[in-house]
């Protein structure tokens, strides 16, 4: 039955966004877990923090590789569940599997071997996913729907950071278990709430410069999206700032802080609520004004307020802090992609979109890596906020090198089942 007003077409489509946004709720429970519990799973287990840094480097490796591959291949799938689903099926078993028998391997090496598998597995599931939200929604309303994404994400990293923290303390074993609950009730409702469009009749479209040929020609096509490069060395830089201290943060607070690991995680929690609670205004003033100025205002933010985390050593004001970078982070994570996302040609989509993340898996295999050597070399967390800074400061400087896109109309290739 089609829809006959505005009211129920934006009901719709604000119904859509969150079913679409409910697999980000379990992705960003696992990432909470990863970036807060895992760490000190590890770091308990081996001495060095560089070694420890090194697993992160290989889960962005397998990013690196994996992102481009996987978008390409979901651009071309001919089934009847469409064309990003039967990828995500296809993950989840092998990652859920993976995420709960790691523990119980016999060496903390054979350990450190084997988890960066459930990041690729979580990749074969990411990737598709993440092209939903284009097929879905019209360039206009992607920074909002990113919004109500990162909020159900936020409210995924709150449940993790308070329930997951305060049973992580109690049972290591157990916490595990919770995550993958969590991950696959996501994942599934999102598998089972989304109607692609079947595309198993398709005939395929003709080859665009660049998809065909050798893997020379394939760079040269690139270079037709300079706007989209540009922004793709834009994003590592920052995100190499922002991956190089959130696996730290937790020992930042126990070891320099004098914090507990609850109370560590609370503070985490806190930026987590401010995302929860603005993700949407900023999607939407974003949609409205611009996603490069409201992009700049949440890297600016976190340039100076890395900086004064350097010199804090008051956990009251530590925690203001932290509720100040919440706002950059929250700007961060919603508003980019929606830039990103303008960039990139329609037929083309989940390809670029993996070869622009191949940025942020870059930073997760150079960032942790490289902060747990300066780690290591000073005897101190502090000094990860000023690289955090600098780093951020250069993002911010080669952003404004990218000319955003105008808005432009999409066909509908996927819509929500309300059976």
Known sequence: MENTGTAPQNNATVKAMFIVGSAWFGMSAFFAFNMASIPLFFSARIEQKWIVGVIWGMMGGFGIIAAPVLGMVSDRIRHRLGRRRPLMILGLPFMLVILVTTQYLPTTWLMALIWPLVYL??????RPWGALLPDIFPPDKRATANGVCQLLGGAGNLLYYTLGGLLWARSEEMTFYLVAAVYAVGVLTAIFGVKE?????EVKANTTKGEKGSLLDYFKGLLEHKDLLK??????????????????????????MGMSVVM??????????VVVIFAIPFGMLADRIGHKVVTNIGLV??????????FTYSVPLLFVLMGLVAFGFCIVMVVPFALMLNLIPEDRMAELMGLSSTSVYASVLVGPFFTGMLIDAVGSYRPIFLFAAFSHAMGLLFLQGVKERKHREVPGASGVSHT
């Open 121 to 126: 597995f979580h990749l074969i599931i990411e």
């Open 197 to 201: 469009k079947p595309t198993h009749l």
């Open 231 to 256: 922004y793709t060395l834009a994003c590592l830089l920052w995100n190499l700032g922002l991956n190089g201290v959130l696996p730290w943060l937790t020992s930042f607070g126990t070891k320099e």
């Open 264 to 273: 560590s995680q609370l503070m985490l929690a806190l930026c987590v609520v």
């Open 301 to 310: 933010l976190f340039v100076i307020v890395n900086i004064l985390v350097y």
